[in-house]
C-alpha cells in the first residue's frame, strides 16, 4: 500500500485526521479515532511554559500507545525561546512530529499572541520556524487559520513564510480568528493555500459527513481533511461512516472500551468525569429522558455508569 502522502520523510496511510482540540484530544480518544481510520495523531496543545516548567499534570498530555503513531505533538506560546526550549524537551518523548499552533482563537490563547494572535506577527512565526527547523531532528509542521479577522487574512504570506523556514505541512482551518468557529469555512482560500505551497496541506472546516471529506479533497485540492467537532459526535467517521450507519453495539463498545482507557490514564474519578462529556455527545441520537440522563452523567461510580450504559443498549 502506497503512502498517501508524507511528513518530510515520515509515510502517512489515510486520508481523514482527526484534529487537535483541548479538553479533547486525549490519549484515550485520539486511539479511538485512530483505531477507527485516523490516519495520525495529534496532541492538545500543550503550553510551552508548562513544559519549560514542568507542569504536574504534563505527563497526561505527552502520554501516547505507540498503535498511535505517526504521533504529532502540538505546542504553542507566544515566545520563540521558550517553544524552542519546550520542543527540544518534548522531542525526547519520542513524537514523530512537533507542531506550531497557529489557529487556537480562544481569548486566553490568542489574546496574548499565541495560538492565532501569532497571525498578527509573520516575522515572529518566521523565527519560530526557522529555529525549530534548525534545533530538531523531527519534523515541523503548524495548523493555522484564515487571519486575525476579515481585514487581516494574511493567510497565503504565512504559509510560505513556514514552507520557506523549513515548516513540512501545514493544516488550515477555513476561518479567521474572529470567526472562531461561526460562519462557513472558506474552502476557497484553503484550496489557495494548497496552489501557494509545494509541502502537504491538510484541509479543516466544516467536514461533518462521509460526502463532505470528499467534497473538501475535490474543492480543494488538499492531501488530507481534518476533522474536529463532528468527530466528537461521530468518531466513526474515520471509517467512513455517517452517525446513523453505526450499530448501537458499536456505540456500546466503544464507550467501554474508551471509558477503561480514560480510567487507566486519569485514574478516579477525574477518568470518569472527562469521560461522561464524551458519553453525552455519543448518545444524543437516543433521545434520553432528562433524569436517566442525570444520573449518567453525574454519577461518581464506573459500575454504576456501565450500569446505565448497559441498560441503554438493552432496549435499543
Same mark, same amino acid.
Given at each position: 500500500?502506497?503512502? =498517501?502522502?508524507? *511528513?518530510?520523510? /515520515?509515510?502517512?496511510?489515510?486520508?481523514?485526521?482527526?484534529?487537535?482540540m483541548d479538553g479533547y484530544s486525549d490519549l484515550p480518544f485520539r486511539s479511538?479515532?485512530?483505531?477507527l481510520g485516523s490516519a495520525a495523531s495529534? =496532541?492538545?496543545? *500543550?503550553?510551552? /511554559?508548562?513544559?519549560?516548567?514542568?507542569?504536574?499534570?504534563?505527563h497526561e498530555r505527552v502520554r501516547f500507545s505507540p498503535?498511535?503513531?505517526?504521533l504529532i505533538f502540538q505546542i504553542f506560546d507566544n515566545n520563540p525561546e521558550r517553544i524552542l526550549q519546550a520542543a527540544l524537551r518534548l522531542q525526547e518523548y519520542g513524537p514523530d512530529v512537533i507542531d506550531v499552533n497557529l489557529g487556537c482563537s480562544a481569548r486566553g490563547v490568542s489574546g496574548r499572541g499565541a495560538g492565532a494572535g501569532l497571525l498578527r506577527a509573520p516575522e515572529k512565526i518566521a523565527e519560530i520556524f526557522s529555529r525549530l527547523t534548525r534545533a530538531l531532528s523531527v519534523p515541523v509542521t503548524a495548523k493555522i487559520r484564515l487571519g486575525w479577522d476579515r481585514s487581516t487574512r494574511n493567510y497565503l504570506e504565512v504559509a510560505r513564510i513556514i514552507e520557506q523556514n523549513g515548516g513540512a505541512l501545514i493544516a488550515v482551518h477555513g476561518r479567521t480568528r474572529q470567526q472562531a468557529y461561526t460562519g462557513a469555512a472558506d474552502w476557497d482560500a484553503i484550496a489557495e493555500v494548497r496552489q501557494a505551497v509545494s509541502v502537504p496541506v491538510i484541509g479543516n472546516g466544516d467536514v461533518r459527513t462521509v460526502a463532505d471529506i470528499e467534497r473538501m479533497k475535490a474543492h480543494t485540492g488538499c492531501h488530507a481533511v481534518m476533522i474536529g467537532r463532528a468527530a466528537v459526535d461521530n468518531p466513526w467517521i474515520f471509517s467512513r461512516l455517517d452517525r446513523e450507519q453505526v450499530p448501537?453495539?458499536?456505540?456500546?463498545?466503544?464507550l467501554l472500551r474508551q471509558l477503561q482507557r480514560s480510567l487507566e490514564l486519569y485514574g478516579q474519578p477525574h477518568g470518569l468525569v472527562v469521560m461522561r462529556k464524551f458519553a453525552a455527545r455519543y448518545l444524543k441520537p437516543y433521545g434520553l429522558e432528562a433524569d436517566f440522563r442525570r444520573r449518567l452523567l453525574t454519577t461518581q461510580q464506573p459500575d454504576e455508569f456501565i450500569g446505565l450504559l448497559n441498560s441503554i443498549f438493552d432496549v435499543v
Open positions: 500500500m502506497l503512502p =498517501t502522502f508524507h *511528513i518530510r520523510e /515520515i509515510p502517512i496511510y489515510g486520508d481523514v485526521v482527526l484534529a487537535p479511538i479515532c485512530r483505531e495529534y =496532541t492538545e496543545f *500543550i503550553n510551552a /511554559i508548562d513544559v519549560v516548567y514542568s507542569h504536574p499534570r504534563l498503535q498511535e503513531r505517526p448501537p453495539e458499536t456505540v456500546h463498545h466503544t
